[in-house]
């Protein structure tokens, strides 16, 4: 499957931004999707996911609360939406999908195919 992230940007601290992971080439509801993050110097970072059906979704402390993953899968694109963003928040995001039998993947390992990212900047 390919995915093509869109919706970055720059914002404000406080503001919003939703970001979407457009799928192809194979049957999106296959796969679970993540959303990772990589900020400049550090390490790739788990955001959260959604299982295949969208039932089930779980995130990084860090986020909890203030993003929410959902997906749509008749228009094959998941979507990140981020309130309350901090200055903290400022890094490339990627979307992520995996057919691993993990019931909740979190690792980067468990998932096989990767956007190209798209960056968002929170300015203070």
């Known amino acids: 499957v390919q995915l093509v992230e869109s919706g970055g940007g720059l914002v404000q601290a406080g503001g919003s931004l939703r970001l979407s992971c457009a799928a192809s080439?194979?049957?999106?509801?296959?796969?679970?999707i993540g959303w990772f993050r990589q900020a400049p110097g550090k390490e790739r970072e788990f955001i959260g996911a959604?299982?295949?059906?969208?039932?089930?979704?779980y995130y990084a402390d860090s986020v909890k609360g203030r993003f929410t993953i959902s997906r749509d899968n008749a228009e094959n694109t998941a979507y990140l939406q981020t309130n309350s963003l901090k200055p903290e928040d400022t890094a490339v995001y990627y979307c992520?999908?995996?057919?691993?039998?993990?019931?909740?993947?979190?690792?980067?390992?468990?998932?096989?195919?990767w956007g190209q990212g798209t960056q968002v900047t929170v300015s203070s």
């Open positions: 992520a999908a995996g057919r691993t039998l993990i019931l909740t993947p979190r690792r980067a390992s468990d998932f096989g195919s």
């Open positions: 959604i299982t295949r059906s969208g039932g089930n979704t």
């Open positions: 080439g194979d049957t999106f509801s296959r796969y679970a």
